[in-house]
């Protein structure tokens, strides 16, 4: 026994304490024990995994019986094997710096023991799904990481959009968890387990499917999961939205970790499809239309944060390619790195929206460079690593799922590495524009303080050298090694394609900044379509919102509810009401009345007992 | 007892009083004819329990009259004192004209 459950345990003892107790209590207090309880939990995880390494097989834990069906047990079990391991380490760290940066960013927000409180519960919820040892303890942790990033969404929820957004998140997340949850009612009813270890065993003696199976349809329903936790087509669009929560919120759930559920639960779930090749199949083309749509997407945002948050849908889109073309260990590397330089990326987002006093608006930005330097360089570190410049983490991942997209289907890596050279564009157009020239804002930049930028330091190193973790190694075990040989021309054309991007957004924005004007202008229509994100959220509105709204009011409001039911009701009181009235007539205050209504009554029962042969 | 009167004369005596007594009491207006129709079907009652006492050869019969007599008297006392209440506010004993609480 590691006392594994002791990893999730202490952050949901932050968020008691901080939840039931924090109104009362100093800041210094909340964030300490905020803070403390995310560092117990890290330092705990490492500890589980040091004792527990090498960790060849799964080390199960179970705690009690949950559920108990006949001859099917669910307990409450939770697991710690390599894959776990790896995401263990990155949410409980990656969790930990963001929860030191949020000291800073939130210090002056009223709701700031609230705050932590849902950061720690969706640390626990999220340690939940990691560690959790079968399909409905993970189930568990995945609804509880939805309402904690609903809760955060949703966080200034006096805005209307906040809320807007948190019920967006919530609502799609709802149609991607009806595709899990179906899913897993189709492994229990197949393998009555739903234990990880136990499925996976019988999957084992399945035969790969040609046309569609059991198998296919189970993965299909978990990637329709997973395509909404993680933002994938055609549910990606809850995401972009999200960022109206705070940023530090945007950096640790809708970039570093809970959006990855999806590629975790897509890896965890490889034995099933693996024998389910059409699955995977479309795990990596909706991967990569997912990267490449909302690249193009992301070149023409003018929210800081927005940029970032089409960049990261992109991101997943290649973690799924890369599980989708079978290189699983290179998507879940790719996770690892895209965890540091996308936290990184959002937390000095948040950092230039500090200094600037809530600005988001790269047109109002600029020449910061001076004012924020610390800043501008830990962005910098980001931006080369997610643009893949050679030797930083970014580089190392990416390359990998490219290479591995290659060898599945050339036209693939070719649509990857042009993704990955707007990926470049993109995010240095970002910096470009906040970074170079002239301010172009009326606020006071001020560099944020050092609770701050020393968790964009550490996350900045990462970013460079992240890469050099051997995550794939570490893997191995758990996954089918990519029997993808090094390729140095493939290397070469996605590096190519990085540099490319970024000499473009330099050219563009530093070199000749009025030309991307003159583009827009000149591809009007083009541009004005990507601005619109390609209209999809008009297009869900009128073909799923307006009909579901409408038929709501006409048929279950105006005809369900005020008609059938309301007139139920109605019409047992009107009925009520007529016997009433009916009866009201007997009771006519005459005496004599009533003696006569005795009399007949007497003389009825002396009748009826005449009739039946009187008192026996 | 020889030629002693047979049970169902009583019983026909005691409807015939109580069927008087219904009918005065639905029919007649005035209040003091109304409450002697209610003592007379009081009455008809105790002469079948009586009858019943008698023939049954049970005392039963008669300690139930003896309590219908004694709640009677009561009720006598108390409806003469209303009756004469209602005499001295309204100056009139017919039924109809004291239903003061109707409407």
Redesign the interface.
């Known amino acids: 026994m590691q006392h594994l459950w002791l990893i999730p345990v202490f952050p949901l003892a932050g968020f008691l304490v901080n939840g039931i107790a924090g109104r009362r209590l100093p800041k210094a207090a909340i964030h300490l024990i905020a803070v403390a309880t995310v560092a117990l939990s890290f330092a705990w995880a490492v500890k589980s995994i040091a004792a527990l390494m090498p960790l060849e097989a799964a080390h199960v834990e179970r705690y009690f019986d949950w559920i108990r069906v006949g001859d099917m047990r669910i307990g409450c079990d939770f697991a710690v094997d390599r894959l776990s391991a790896v995401m263990l380490m990155v949410v409980t760290g990656v969790g930990l710096l963001i929860h030191i940066y949020s000291i800073g960013y939130m210090a002056h927000d009223h709701g700031y023991a609230r705050f932590f409180a849902y950061l720690n519960l969706f640390m626990f919820f999220m340690l939940t799904l990691v560690m959790g040892a079968n399909y409905l303890i993970m189930f568990v942790g995945w609804e509880g990481v939805g309402l904690c990033s609903y809760l955060l969404i949703g966080f200034w929820f006096l805005k209307k959009s906040a809320t807007n957004a948190g019920n967006k998140a919530f609502i799609v997340n709802r149609i991607g968890d009806f595709g899990f949850s179906l899913a897993v009612f189709l492994i229990m009813l197949n393998f009555h387990t739903l234990d990880f270890g136990g499925v996976f065993a019988q999957v084992a003696n399945w035969p790969v499917e040609a046309s569609v199976g059991t198998l296919t349809i189970v993965g299909l329903l978990l990637m329709l999961g997973a395509t909404g936790k993680s933002a994938q087509i055609p549910l990606y669009v809850w995401l972009p939205d999200a960022m109206e929560g705070p940023t530090p919120v945007s950096a640790l759930i809708h970039a570093a970790t809970m959006v990855t559920a999806g590629v975790y639960m897509v890896a965890r779930s490889s034995a099933i499809y693996l024998k389910a090749p059409m699955a995977l199949e479309m795990v990596a083309v909706i991967g990569l239309a997912t990267a490449f749509f909302s690249a193009t997407i992301g070149l023409v945002q003018n929210d800081i944060k927005k940029v970032f948050a089409y960049s990261t849908v992109s991101q997943l889109g290649y973690m799924f390619l890369g599980l989708g073309t079978g290189a699983f260990a290179a998507g879940i590397f790719h996770l690892v790195t895209h965890a540091f330089f996308k936290a990184l990326l959002f937390l000095g987002a948040g950092s230039v929206i500090h200094a600037l006093s809530g600005e988001q608006d790269l047109r109002k930005m600029g020449g910061l460079m001076k004012k924020t330097p610390v800043t501008f360089v830990v962005l910098l570190c980001a931006s080369v690593s997610i643009a893949g410049v050679p030797f930083t983490a970014g580089f190392f991942s990416k390359d990998e799922i490219l290479v591995s997209a290659y060898h599945h289907a050339p036209w693939m890596f070719w649509l990857g590495a042009v993704t990955a050279g707007m990926t470049a564009f993109y995010v240095f157009r970002a910096l470009f524009l906040a970074f170079f020239g002239k301010y172009r804002g009326d606020a006071h930049p001020h560099e944020s303080p050092a609770v701050m930028t020393a968790p964009l330091a550490v996350l900045a190193l990462l970013s460079l050298a992240g890469g050099f973790i051997p995550v794939p190694k570490f893997l191995e075990p758990m996954f089918p090694v990519a029997e993808a040989p090094e390729n140095f021309s493939l290397v070469a054309i996605s590096v190519a394609m990085g540099l490319g991007g970024i000499f473009l957004a330099w050219f563009f924005y530093v070199a000749k900044p009025e030309l991307p004007g003159k583009l827009a202008e000149s591809f009007g229509a083009l541009y004005r379509l990507m601005y619109d994100k390609y209209r999809i959220d008009e297009l869900y509105n009128a073909v799923v919102v307006k009909p579901l709204v409408e038929g709501s009011r006409a048929v279950l409001w105006k005809g369900v509810d005020a008609g059938l039911i309301d007139g139920t009701v109605n019409g047992v009181g009107a009925q009520v009401r007529g016997i009433g009235g009916v009866l009201r007539l007997l009771q006519s205050g005459n005496i004599r009345s009533y003696a006569t209504w005795v009399l007949l009554g007497s003389v009825g029962v002396l009748i009826a007992l005449g009739l039946a042969g009187g008192v026996k | 007892m020889p030629n002693a009167v047979p049970l169902s004369w009583y019983l026909i005596l005691s409807a015939v009083l109580f069927a008087l007594g219904?009918a005065g009491?639905?029919f007649r207006r005035n209040i003091i004819t109304v409450f002697m129709s209610i003592e007379l079907m009081l009455n008809a009652v105790n002469l079948t329990f009586i009858a019943f006492s008698n023939f049954l050869k049970q005392v039963d019969g008669q300690i139930f009259t003896f309590f219908v007599m004694v709640v009677a008297a009561a009720e006598a006392a108390v409806g003469l004192a209303i009756i004469l209440t209602v005499f001295k506010n309204r100056a009139t004993l017919q039924?109809d004209e004291v239903?003061s609480?109707?409407?």
Do not use: R, Y
């Open positions: 219904v009491f639905l039924i239903a609480m109707k409407n």
